[in-house]
């Protein structure tokens, strides 16, 4: 009997040290989003001062990203019509800027 168990063990620990373990898996680096969050986008709740007769395009629904515009100022045509406004000194179209701005024609500052 004493010889069955010897068997026995000897099996069982030659079984456990023949194995290598598994190799250890890399770790997946943290997934990147695809998108990269604009942090200039109406989306993102910052304050914009802008200076008199001025006000944030995104508090009016005038733009998509954070720009000051007239505090008259009413979205024109959309952006894929390929025209551009005439704006006062110091101002740009905001469908001409990098990203655009607004998804609609509208003088911003630059």
Excluded: W, Y
């Excluded at 551009?84 to 905001?94: R, Y």
């Amino acid at each position: 009997m004493r010889t069955i168990q010897l068997v026995f063990a000897s099996l069982l620990l030659a079984a456990g040290c023949s194995s290598k373990p598994a190799p250890a898996q890399p770790k997946d680096p943290e997934p990147k989003p695809d998108v990269v969050a604009d942090a200039n986008a109406c989306a993102t709740e910052i304050a914009l001062e802008c200076g008199d007769g001025m006000v944030d395009g995104c508090t009016n629904n005038t733009t998509t990203h954070h720009a000051c515009v007239s505090s008259e100022a009413k979205a024109g045509p959309p952006c894929e019509q390929e025209i551009a406004l005439q704006c006062a000194e110091g101002q740009v179209d905001a469908c001409l800027a990098t990203p655009a701005k607004a998804a609609a024609h509208v003088c911003i500052m630059k």
